[in-house]
């Protein structure tokens, strides 16, 4: 007796496959089809399937671009060297990357006014001019020398992606303004109110927010050697459904965080490389973001061998951190550590043209489709 | 498999002391099954918190269940309840925990081994009706394992679901991804 397996488990199933297999069964039925490219499974898909390839991209400012495969490449070949490709083409900027989208703007007639969007996977580039957003009263121009934060996120509640982008106000300059965008609607619109903070970095989406670390206060602590050390003691939060700005206090650690998306979940990572001790990880977790509380340690690692560890004491200011399935990728000037989360073990690559300021923006594959967001 | 087939009245495993809650099968099964079990059906459990009241021994029927289906989410939670308080003592030894989450796995590599596709189907719906997080979680993982690196025809087969593209669409939906067609386990 062949009864109906109901469509809420279908997605629960989906979201366990790898992508190859979910590409495949796109042709088992149109109601399989129509599960498999909706935007929702995309983003469960993402979140619990931790299997897929990832790629690295480094990003060095004012410069070039570089794009790394992982050591397991799985994806398909066309998929990565159109990835290649596309991020190194003059004139785009690549800001962000997010659930497997690439967000890229693109400069024209001088202001960059053209958000394009980026999936390797569906080999699909969406190219978006939103209007500005309306003010109550004097629109606020961004600076042209600051820097403008862009994020990109999945709002359940509405199943599609918004662009975040906060930027630094021109005329006043301790004032910065976000602006959000909902993909498939035309403009831009102002957030009333503004990020609690200035943001630093790049963001991680989690647990339907988006996050980045405050921008570093003065309050910078010295370490026993005289070190100047920012303390990230503040995360910047934004609600992707809410449309809301907010503060998360994470655990006070010695030695600058990074954020990082741990399955869902935001994490921050603390690497010790004092040397005053073995090198060491820790990694917190806020599992139940409703208890903003309440950090986890997930993980608690030395690492191995501490020779190779040995140039984790000239990371200067900057970690990047992104996950590779349980592996996390460290990277200080010239080079890239692999660290197995499991065993501790370190390798590391020699990479000459990662310096300082370079970016390291982690590729995870999403199969979501996103030609039905092109407008025009 | 494990249980033997059908059992007019599978008595509780535990101690004389533990209440039992009767559960009958639409196919006239009748199980007495421990309380602590029972209330890991959370179709169960908000039956009792809703009437307030504590309950002897009364027979409570279940429509969409059978008595293959419902000997095995007993078997299931029976085991689950056991792991969950042997985790539960080894808390804080490294080891212990290691041991438990091993055993844990063996024993779920086993009951899934022993199930057809069709049981593990009819396990799906019985467990989604009965509404036993834990379990519907493991079946559905359990599930998405069987028919990952299957081809189309597989899954087709094993959902029984009928292919309501033309060999047009079908060609054409096969070719925006034709990659993820190589590779695939044989039938």
């Known amino acids: 007796m062949a009864s109906r397996i109901p469509s809420d488990l279908l997605y629960e199933i989906f979201s366990r496959l790898p992508i190859k297999s979910l590409f495949r069964f796109r042709c088992v039925s149109s109601l399989w089809r129509s599960i498999i490219d909706d935007p929702c499974l995309a983003y469960m898909q993402q979140t619990r399937c931790a299997e897929e390839p990832n790629v690295l991209v480094f990003h060095h400012p004012g410069k070039t671009t570089d794009v790394i495969f992982s050591p397991e490449g799985r994806l398909s070949e066309a998929s990565l060297r159109s990835f290649s490709k596309f991020v190194t083409l003059k004139g785009y900027n690549l800001q962000c990357i997010c659930n497997g989208l690439s967000c890229f703007t693109k400069s024209s007639h001088g202001n960059e006014s053209i958000v394009v969007l980026f999936n390797p996977i569906r080999k699909q580039v969406v190219s978006l001019q939103p209007t500005p957003a309306a003010y109550p009263s004097r629109r606020p121009s961004p600076t042209q020398n600051g820097l403008t934060y862009y994020g990109l996120g999945f709002d359940c509640s509405k199943n599609t992606y918004k662009i975040v982008r906060v930027f630094d106000d021109e005329s006043n300059s301790t004032a910065f303004h976000g602006e959000v965008f909902t993909l498939g609607t035309n403009s831009w619109r102002a957030i009333p109110k503004d990020p609690p903070c200035r943001l630093f970095g790049l963001p991680v989406f989690a647990s339907g927010n988006l996050h980045w670390l405050a921008y570093p206060s003065d309050h910078d602590h010295v370490d026993e050697q005289g070190h100047h050390h920012r303390v990230g003691s503040k995360i910047v939060s934004f609600d992707i459904s809410k449309e809301e700005f907010g503060l998360i206090y994470p655990p006070k650690f010695r030695w600058p965080g990074c954020l990082l998306d741990l399955n869902g979940n935001l994490a921050i990572v603390v690497v010790d490389c004092s040397m005053l001790r073995p090198p060491h990880i820790d990694i917190w977790v806020l599992k139940e973001y409703e208890r903003k509380d309440q950090w986890v340690k997930e993980y608690d690692i030395d690492l191995k061998p501490a020779r190779t560890c040995f140039f984790f004491n000239r990371l200067a200011a900057i970690l990047e951190l992104v996950e590779f399935d349980r592996v996390l990728l460290l990277r200080c000037p010239g080079r890239l550590f692999f660290c197995d989360l499991k065993t501790g073990r370190v390798r590391q690559f020699s990479i000459p043209k990662l310096c300082f300021g370079t970016e390291a923006l982690c590729h995870k594959g999403s199969i979501l489709s996103i030609s039905g967001f092109q407008k025009n | ?187």
């Open chain 2, 1 to 187: 498999m494990a249980d033997d087939g059908v059992n007019t009245k599978v008595e509780a495993v535990s101690k004389a002391t533990t209440e039992t809650i009767e559960l009958r099968t639409e196919d006239g099964g009748v199980f007495d099954v421990d309380k602590p079990v029972a209330m890991e059906f959370l179709i169960l459990k908000s039956f009792y918190e809703d009437e307030g009241r504590v309950f002897d021994k009364t027979s409570i029927r279940l429509p969409n269940v059978k008595q293959l289906e419902l000997s095995k989410v007993i078997e299931y939670c029976t085991r689950a309840l056991e792991f969950g308080a042997k985790s539960a003592a080894a808390a804080g030894d490294k080891d212990a925990e290691r041991m438990v989450r091993q055993e844990r796995e063996g024993f779920e590599a086993e009951f899934v081994d022993e199930l057809s596709n069709e049981m593990l189907k009819e396990l799906i719906l019985a467990v989604n009706f009965l509404d036993i997080k834990e379990m519907l979680d493991f079946l559905i993982r359990s599930v998405a394992n069987r028919i990952r690196n299957r081809s189309v025809a597989y899954v087709r087969q094993f959902f029984d679901i009928e292919n309501d593209f033309t060999p047009q669409e079908e060609d054409q939906i096969h070719q925006e991804n034709a990659w993820a067609f190589e590779g695939v386990d044989a039938d």
